[in-house]
């Protein structure tokens, strides 16, 4: 059953029964991509998701076991609170896996979005712009079916690499994001959607209505694969 049209033709779509399938589908998922990414090109570079729905695969691969020192960690958007504030998004990765497992310090490249939006957008431009094309980048999908912090009706230059985003409308209100370009910026993008929340956002994609989200997918090029993996939750509410 084909799920979300128009979608581009390079997807694999799933929807699983829950959550948990989703972050097992989800963690096996990133292992194989780092073992290709590792075993053709010595390393592997990843852009996390932010907010609640991954930290259930972040979990799962603090307990796997993996090449960690050939992984390189980037952040697809941070929110502009103090460095050890529990609801930055570093540092939620970390407390779920990064602190368990040895991915050298310095290829964790954490956003400075306590320096304020603007000064940390541009010094993570000349990292992701030097990082590019990444091998794998992890979304998730808000509410109102935005991802990383691209939001509903903000728009952002098109060669941009990393924004500032000061108005959005999910707290806080000030963050930092990587843009449409640099999340497109990849062999392969994994798109993680569960619970009834996002319901109403699947159907208003399913229906065709440009959301953040669908916006970025039709952007990838032909090269890139995407993964979908959904619950039944958030497919049938
Ligand atoms: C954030 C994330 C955001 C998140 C979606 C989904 O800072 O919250 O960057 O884009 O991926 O809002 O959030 P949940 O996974 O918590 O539903």
């Known amino acids: 059953m084909k799920l979300l049209e128009p979608l581009p033709a390079h997807t694999h779509q799933q ?15 990133i292992l194989r991509a780092a073992q290709h990414a590792i075993s053709t090109r010595g390393a592997f570079k990843l852009v996390l998701a ?20 050939h992984w390189h960690i980037f952040f ?14 570093s540092q939620m990765a970390r407390a779920a896996w990064l602190n368990d497992v040895a991915i050298p310090p310095e290829q964790i490249h954490t956003i400075e979005a306590q320096r304020g939006g603007e000064n940390a957008a541009a010094d993570y431009s000349r990292v992701v712009e030097a990082a590019v094309p990444f091998d794998l980048v992890i979304l998730g999908m808000g509410e109102d079916g ?6 509903p009706a903000h728009h952002h230059p098109d060669e941009a690499w990393v924004v500032a985003v000061t108005d959005a409308p999910k707290p806080p209100p000030e963050r930092v994001s990587l843009t449409t370009r640099a999340l ?3 062999r392969a993008l994994i798109l993680l959607i569960t619970g009834s929340a996002k319901h109403t956002a699947f159907m ?22 995407i993964e979908l993996l959904l619950d039944s939750a958030a497919v049938h509410g």
């Open 76 to 89: 697809g958007d941070e929110r502009c609170l103090a460095p050890e504030d529990t609801e930055r998004n």
């Open 15 to 29: 929807i699983l029964d829950s959550s948990e399938a989703v972050a097992q589908a989800a963690a096996a998922y």
């Open 146 to 151: 935005h991802t990383a912090s691209l939001f």
């Open 50 to 69: 932010g907010g609640s729905t991954p930290l259930a695969a972040y979990r799962l691969l603090a307990r796997a076991e993996a090449n960690w020192q």
């Open 184 to 186: 497109t910026s990849t």
């Open 204 to 225: 208003q994609w399913q229906q065709g209505e440009s959301l953040p989200v669908a916006r970025l997918l039709a952007m990838t090029d032909s090269h890139s694969h």
